[in-house]
């Protein structure tokens, strides 16, 4: 494939073949609990011990034999005897959680009670297992609590203690190294220097970097890379013991582009170019069994070919479910332009119940990704929307 890319493959097509070429993780580890949130599990969970494993108060009150309330209301109350023990006529408190004792076989609710020195007026009918939680009422011994692959949630990590776990077996994380590249960068180490006329901080990586640990990955960055093919070449040789390689930089047709070839002097280029805007000249390879996403350097376009692309590459190699975007249905208050063919992505802000287009925010304009609230993915066959239409817009994570 030549420098000058003349075609660009569409986002989806381009998208798919990536994904096609990536295969998920199959080594796991033990972390606690505390650390499951977020994770994958690696194995099928059974129930080895009921939840509850004892009957238990539901509520706050009294345990009795249901026969002993026989026609209780307000009007016509039942006294029983408090006591240290459960019989005929008699009662004692528990609190919610309490187990029952087994001659109970009901819970009368302390709102349905009056006591009068130590006996208990009940003004109301309880019949059997009535506030009672039974034993394995929420899990039961052999019940199938998650299946392989599910992604745990904090709520999850607690059905798993409540069941005597302490850790679970997870997929590990994977690896992502990302690449700066680019003879104008100066590492932030010297952030306290203004760098000179046409050099600028490296914030891609760092960018690359937060977005991998949010999706579910480890991000491992390299030092700057200058624009030279045979380093750019040593740097991603010297990162194929990871999962996922990002190059920040270096993916556009100019003298001082070598990213897209080098992906392809090492292993294989799938695409150079695609149909979005920002984010045309993002280029996707592999490279062995490592997926390879080169990003633009312009700031917007890389977040665009972040979003598109490594995203779904870092899920797919992770194992990680998909978990459908927030997504709102809100009218637009002005007119969203776009280009017929490319998938474009306008980053829009709120206006009281509806969304305005950030005008002048160019692919390298990343503050207007900080100021945007969320963003319109307009489809390439779409010429934009006239103000008042609904669009479908998605919150920046």
């Avoid at 633009?296 to 692309?309: H, K, R, T």
């Avoid at 934009?384 to 919150?395: D, K, T």
């Amino acid at each position: 494939m030549g420098k000058i890319f003349r075609e660009r493959t569409p986002v989806g097509e381009a998208r798919k073949l990536f994904l096609e070429n990536i295969s998920p993780i199959r080594e796991s580890e033990e972390v606690p609990l505390e650390a499951c949130a977020g994770r994958v599990l690696a194995e099928v969970v059974i129930a080895e011990r009921n939840v509850p494993h004892y009957r238990r108060s539901a509520m706050d009150g009294y345990a009795v034999r249901a026969s002993d309330t026989l026609g209780a209301t307000p009007s016509n109350p039942v006294l029983l005897q408090l006591s240290e023990n459960v019989g005929e006529g008699t009662c004692i408190w528990v609190h919610t959680g309490t187990a029952v004792p087994d001659e109970a076989d009901a819970v009368l609710m302390v709102e349905d009670t009056v006591v009068v020195g130590d006996m208990v007026e009940a003004r109301a009918q309880v019949y059997p297992n009535r506030n009672i939680g039974m034993v394995g009422e929420d899990v039961k011994i052999g019940d199938l609590i998650f299946e392989k692959g599910h992604f745990l949630r904090p709520c999850d990590a607690s059905v798993l203690a409540s069941l005597g776990f302490s850790d679970v077996r997870v997929l590990r994380k994977p690896v992502v190294t990302i690449i700066p590249t680019g003879d104008e960068l100066v590492s932030r180490e010297n952030t306290l220097e203004v760098p000179p006329p046409g050099m600028v901080l490296e914030t891609n990586g760092l960018m690359a970097a937060l977005y991998v640990e949010k999706w579910g990955g480890i991000p491992r960055c390299t030092k700057i890379v200058p624009d030279d093919p045979e380093k750019i070449a040593d740097a991603v040789k010297a990162s194929l013991d990871g999962d996922m390689v990002l190059i920040c930089g270096g993916t556009s047709v100019g003298k001082r582009d070598h990213a897209p070839q080098v992906v392809e002097s090492l292993g294989k280029l799938l695409v150079h170019g695609v149909g979005s805007v920002p984010g045309k000249p993002a280029a996707l390879g592999v490279i062995g069994e490592v997926p390879i996403v080169c990003l633009p350097g312009y700031p917007v376009a890389g977040l665009v070919a972040l979003y598109f692309f490594a995203r779904p590459g870092l899920r797919k190699c992770g194992a990680i479910p998909e978990i459908p975007d927030t997504v709102l249905k809100m009218c637009l208050a002005a007119k969203l332009s776009s280009r017929i063919g490319y998938v474009s992505f306008v980053r829009v802000v709120f206006e009281g119940d509806r969304v305005r287009p950030l005008m002048g925010a160019g692919a390298g304009v990343l503050s207007s990704v900080a100021k945007a609230d969320g963003y319109v993915l307009v489809p390439e066959n779409v010429e934009g929307y006239e103000a008042g239409e609904e669009v479908s817009v998605f919150l920046i994570e």
